[in-house]
Every structure is written in C-alpha cells, then in structure tokens.
C-alpha cells in the first residue's frame, strides 16, 4: 500500500455543492440546516471535508457557513491553510448554542424562508428518532416562527450514499486497511493471548495507515452471542484470554477520509465446537445469497429477503443486521433480536423482540455501498462474518475477502 493514500478534490467539493442545490431547487428550499454535531454519520463533514462536529448552513446560493463547539477546531482549520490545504468551507465559526443557529439564518436573511432540515428524523444505528437535541429545535421554533421547516433527512440521505468515483477510491482503500487489520488479527489470535491484544493489534494497523476507528466490537467464548463492544471498555473487571475451542470475533470499522467500511473478521481455534461450524455454514450460504442480489435495481428488501431466508430456513436466530448501507447507515435489515426467543434464558429480559427493517423500498444503484454481514445462531452459539461490497454498473464487488468466511487455525 502507498504510503499516502487517495485524498479528494475540490471537484469533489463542487460536485456535492451542485447536487445539494439540485436537491434543494426540487423541494424549493432556500437554506439547509446540516446537523452533524456528535452523531455517528458526521454528515457536516460531507460539505467541509473536515471534523467539526458542528453544523452546517448552506445557502441555496452563496457560500455555506460551519458552526462549531471548539475554538480548537477552528485554529487546527487556520493551521491546516498555513500548511497548504486548500478548506472547502471558509466561514468557519464558533457557535454551537440554539442561539447561534438562530443568529446565524436571521444573518443569512432567511427568517422568513423555506428551509430544510438534516437531523430530526435520521435513523442511523442508536439514534432512531433524530440527534438534534430537543432543546435546541425547540428554541430555533420558538425565535424563528416565520420560516417554514420540511426535514429531508431521507432524500439528502439517499443522495450522499451514491457515491462519486473519488469517493470510491477512498472505500476501497478504507477496505484494503480493514483487510490488513484483519491479516494481523489473524496472526495475533492464539490461546493464551487477551482480548486487549488483539483489539491493540487491530487498531494499531488502523492508525499507522491514517484512518480513524470507531471503538471496536470483540468478543471471545465457545458460546458467546454478544454483539457489542467488550465489556472492559467501560467496567473495570479481569480481561479474558484465549482459549482453545474459542471463536474470537471482531467487528472493525475503519474510517479513511470519511468514507466507512467494515470486516467482520471471525477466527475460530480449534477443536471447532460443531454447532459454531454449522452456524459458519449458514452464515456463508447467506452472505452468498446476499451477493447475487445485490444489482442494480434491486430493492433493498429483496436482498434482505433472500439472506433472511437462508437464517430462517436453518432454524436459526441473529441479534444483528444481516446487512445495511454505509456512507450512511440509513438502510438496514430486520435486526436486532429476529427469533431471540430461541437463545436459551433470553425471556426472562423484557422488550426483547424483533425489529424490522429500515430502508427497504431502496433502489440500489452504482456507487453504493453496503455491509453484508450474516450471522448466525443456534442457542448461544454465533457465527458472524462479512465485509464490505460495491454495487458495481452489472452487480456487485466484494472489497473485502478475509473477514467473509470462518478462519479455523490451531
């Protein structure tokens, strides 16, 4: 791999300014709001280029504006043009409060105006009903009661996930980090090594290439259907080590240039119980199904239909999507908990119960991206695997080929 990898153009930048208008000439809008703030998807970053953690006005015509919470950000943004880097937004401030958002629509003119909204009613993962904090909104409706507000958090959603051929170059280099991470993961995985270890061998690949990472899924255990980040992240308590007969399965999100992708890389020592290795079967006949779906065309639901139905006809449950959309995650497949009941003691928890799936009218089209991640379980044993796959002019490329199958060592 290039020590440098592929960065964007302020053709780039020009081409999503020009789509953004586009979109709103259709609704006859005059200004958007883009929340980014501390959601998962960071969709200000999308407009800047950048890591604001703010909020973005853009104007119909005219020059957008990033308000942000940290004066910090703003000197690392005067540093980076001391350094030659060309900002795709220049107005940069600092202004995170309901008032600055208020201020800074009655500074633009548009008191009195149409204006769309980007994070009220996102259903990215955890944040279901929006980010935008009630506080805020309810303060911006109060002291701009003359403008008319229409959320087009869907449409501005489904129009970022095609993704430009720039864009691309950055997942596929994401994924190349994602599949090096995995290699290492794969030689560091032994009995007698911790939990720890092999989550600092990750992500240390991660780093050393220049991607970002979010906190990593690892769990360990013969029969361990967890799905969710280790639990010494955030409770002080003794770190597991590898044993024989473990499945050791990670999730890894690598993020490089804002573009991310995922593995789901699962290593199983042996001796290999033989329920896990039939979860492994069901779980690759599902991600093969998923893969002669996925087309142009396509709805989003009938890929869905045809993984879930690999799992079901197995009589098997999973607690996670068998795959969603990346760049955003605003389309994903029935998850969590389809058929939890089956998982020995489960019943005594209440509010366990499937859920269905976002985005399944979705037309898939070239340049999206997707996680197809099936997994599988039988009582408490699971199986997960996949990675990330380019829908393509014809169908579909895999990016990622480690982290789809059951890797058994000794």
């Known amino acids: 791999m290039k020590k440098n990898g592929p960065t964007l153009s302020i053709r780039e930048r ?18 958007l709001i883009v929340a980014g703030l501390q959601a998962r998807e960071q969709l200000d970053a999308y407009y800047t280029n950048d890591a604001t ?18 004066g910090s950000i703003v000197i690392r943004h005067m540093i980076n043009l001391e350094r030659g880097q060309e900002p795709w937004v220049k107005d940069i401030r600092v202004g995170a409060m309901a008032s600055d958002w208020v201020a800074i629509i009655q500074e633009k003119g548009f008191e ?3 204006i769309g909204v980007v994070g009220l009613e996102t259903q990215g993962p955890g944040q279901y009903e929006g980010y935008i904090p009630y506080k805020t ?34 997942i596929r280099h994401s994924a190349q980090i994602g599949e090096m991470a995995c290699e290492a993961m794969l030689k560091v995985v032994k009995p007698g090594v911790s939990e ?11 780093f050393a290439h220049g991607a970002n990472c979010h906190p990593l899924i690892i769990q360990t255990g013969v ?15 003794p770190i597991r080590i590898v044993q024989p007969g473990d499945l050791v399965q990670t999730e890894i999100f690598p993020q490089y ?13 042996k001796p290999v119980h033989s329920v896990n290795q039939e979860c492994a079967k069901v779980a690759r006949r599902s991600y093969e199904a998923g893969l002669k779906i996925l087309s142009p065309g396509r709805k989003f639901q009938e890929v869905v239909d045809a993984m879930e139905k690999v799992v079901a006809e197995a009589g098997c449950w999973h607690p996670s999507p068998l795959l969603h959309s990346l760049n955003p995650q605003m389309a994903a497949s029935g998850s969590t908990q389809v058929r939890i009941e089956q998982m020995p003691g489960i019943k005594e928890y209440k509010g366990i119960k499937g859920n269905p799936s976002r985005g399944g009218d979705l037309v898939l089209k070239p340049g999206m991206v997707f996680e197809v991640e099936p997994n599988a379980c039988i009582g408490k044993h699971r199986v997960n695997m996949g990675g990330t796959v380019l829908i393509t002019k014809t169908g579909c490329e895999e990016l990622n080929k480690l982290s789809t199958d059951l890797r058994v060592i000794d």
């Not at 959603?157 to 691309?168: K, R, T």
């Open 112 to 114: 009195s105006s149409t």
């Open 223 to 237: 029969n361990n259907p967890t799905w969710i980040r280790p639990m010494w992240v955030y409770q002080a308590q």
């Open 257 to 269: 240039g804002g573009k991310e992708t995922q593995q789901q890389m699962s290593v199983a020592l």
């Open 53 to 70: 953690f703010g909020t973005v006005f853009f104007p119909l015509n005219g020059e957008p504006t990033c308000m942000t919470w940290s």
């Open 137 to 170: 909104w309810d303060y911006v409706l109060k002291h701009l009661p003359k403008a008319t507000f229409i959320d087009v958090s869907k449409p501005l959603l489904e129009m970022i996930m095609v993704n430009s051929e720039e864009e691309i170059e950055l």
């Open 14 to 31: 020009d081409r999503r300014w020009q789509m953004t208008r586009e979109l709103m000439k259709e609704k006859k809008l005059h200004c």
């Open 196 to 206: 720890t270890q092999i989550y600092a061998t990750i992500m240390e690949v991660i």
